[in-house]
């Protein structure tokens, strides 16, 4: 049977809560973007939509989706109980992490497909061997339709003070995901691997390509190194956010090169369409004006969804 795996960055999904060791005082009902109890459900029932809508275009709800931009566990709590996702049963996994504005990276999977061995945070090393004190990675590994998987959900340093300014920590980023994988599979050899989140780089920047060893090809890639389906993507110019006024595809999905290897038994990463082996989720009415409708345009409230646009691999 075929499993759907998504990633979503859900754009500052916060509570209306002031928490007082967070940096979210804009998102409180006092606060700069008046961000009210009622907001809130209208963000929920929103984004709520769009699973649905990708459970209505898959036959099914995602097995796993990884997302970013959560605050905690109680707002990834609360959009799982939705009325539209409530089909999917979804547990939700979340660590809180020391991001200055109190957004962590996130994963809900559906216990009738994923059963989790285990499950932590991973933070970010880096060159100098000192931590990155920042949004952790989350690495869950366990029995996804009988088979051992790892996942990861990244949520990489955005490009806010300048692209080198910020590119050594997204760097660390993909080498500490590497190295933590490569740990995974001597203890778990034949474990497959799904590498997911906003990278804040696309698929041929060095982050991606060169130091996770994500491959453009789906042809001979050698053990333990990857395939990002997302770069024929990128090829075509598609995207799914918005960077100084152009699109740019952030937010990836990445597999190990044993998700490939096409077998008479066992999951493998299988084709959305006669060209593609992820898609970019994209339907109207997640969209104003061409580009992906937002929960707010500065602090003006738009009921929006994200400013980002999932991105989906399938497996069969």
Known sequence: MAQTVMFY???????????????????????????????????????????GAVASSYGGFPSVAGVSEVENIGVMRDLAAQ??????????????????????????????????????????????????????ILAS????????????????????????????FRRAGAETVRDHAADL???FPGIKVVIMGD???????DSLSKLLRAHKSIYNIPEGEYFNPCWLLEDEGRGTSLHNHRWVLY????????????????????????NHYCEIFRKNFMMSHGVPKCSYYGNSFENGYSDHLPVLIKLI
């Open 141 to 168: 590994w366990g029995y996804l339709d009988g088979e051992m998987f790892a996942f990861y959900v990244c949520h990489f340093l955005s490009r806010r003070a300048g692209v080198a300014a910020s590119a050594g």
């Open 251 to 274: 937010d990836n999905i990445i597999v190990s090169h044993n998700l490939i290897q096409s077998s008479a038994k066992g999951l493998n990463l299988c084709r959305i369409d006669r």
């Open 185 to 187: 599979r001597k203890k």
């Open 83 to 136: 009325k539209r996702m409530a089909g999917a049963h979804y547990k939700a996994i979340h660590f809180e992490s020391n991001d200055a504005r109190g957004v962590d990276v996130g994963m809900f999977y559906r216990p009738d497909k994923y059963t989790p061995l285990g499950s932590e945070p991973v933070k970010l090393v880096l060159r100098s061997g000192r931590e990155y004190i920042g949004r952790d």
């Open 199 to 205: 990278m804040n780089d696309s698929p041929s920047d």
């Open 9 to 51: 960055n859900l754009e500052n999904l916060y509570d209306t809560i002031d928490d007082p060791v967070k940096d979210d005082d804009e998102f409180t009902p006092m606060g700069d973007k008046r961000w009210t109890r009622e907001k809130y459900m209208l963000k929920l029932q929103n984004l709520s939509a769009v699973f």
